[in-house]
């Protein structure tokens, strides 16, 4: 067999050909839940992943503990937060004396690492208006691919009763945190409670 290979130049193939990238073959794409994770925590964010309840429970514990928090120091609007766990619902008010802030959100968005939040989630405060520290408690079927896939979604979820109020949260990345470029803009330190 090798003179016939030999005779009409059939060419060995090499391990470098076999990974090598036709330009026709459609690139491979990351799960969106990988670029999420990937952008999320390059910026600066702080992402943790539970696959249950008491999880995600022991999750927000050590949070606290780690930076001294107590439960009084949450500001919390969610009343399915509160009692996920277990803490009292405050009055926006009361903003202005919290610590840390504990919110769901609407989508991560992947390409961008940000979370999409709206009204359902901070009323008609600003994202300036919260605390240095936000907690975040989200499930893993929020992934969207952007804030475009993330805006139908959430039209569809909401079709008659949009949420007005939608914006974007951004981890605060601390190598750029002195840089004076970034100075009052909205970007918070973040933790991320991925539940499954």
């Not at 990351?30 to 999750?59: M, Q, W, Y």
């Not at 936000?134 to 949420?163: E, H, T, W």
């Not at 939608?166 to 918070?188: C, M, P, R, V, Y």
Request: neutral net charge.
């Amino acid at each position: 067999m090798s003179f016939w290979n030999n005779l009409f130049g059939k060419k060995k193939v090499t391990q470098e050909s076999m990974t090598s990238k036709s330009p026709f073959m459609p690139e491979k794409k990351e799960p969106v839940e990988i670029v999420f994770a990937h952008n999320f925590t390059e910026k600066g964010g702080r992402f943790l992943f539970s696959e249950s309840h008491s999880d995600c429970e022991n999750f927000f514990q050590n949070i606290l503990s780690e930076n001294n928090w107590i439960n009084s120091d949450v500001f919390l609007l969610d009343k399915s937060l509160g009692k996920y766990f277990n803490l009292k619902i405050n009055d926006t008010s009361e903003i202005k004396e919290k610590k840390v802030a504990l919110i769901n959100c609407e989508f991560l968005i992947a390409k961008t690492g940000g979370i999409m939040i709206s009204s359902n989630q901070i009323k008609n405060l600003s994202l300036t208006e919260f605390p240095e520290n936000i907690i975040v408690k989200a499930k893993v079927f929020q992934f969207a691919q952007d804030v475009s896939d993330g805006m139908s979604r959430l039209k569809a979820s909401y079709s008659k009763n949009l949420p007005s109020n939608i914006t974007t949260l951004n981890a605060k990345n601390l190598d750029k945190e002195a840089d004076f470029l970034s100075q009052g803009n909205s970007s918070k330190n973040i933790y991320l409670l991925l539940e499954e």
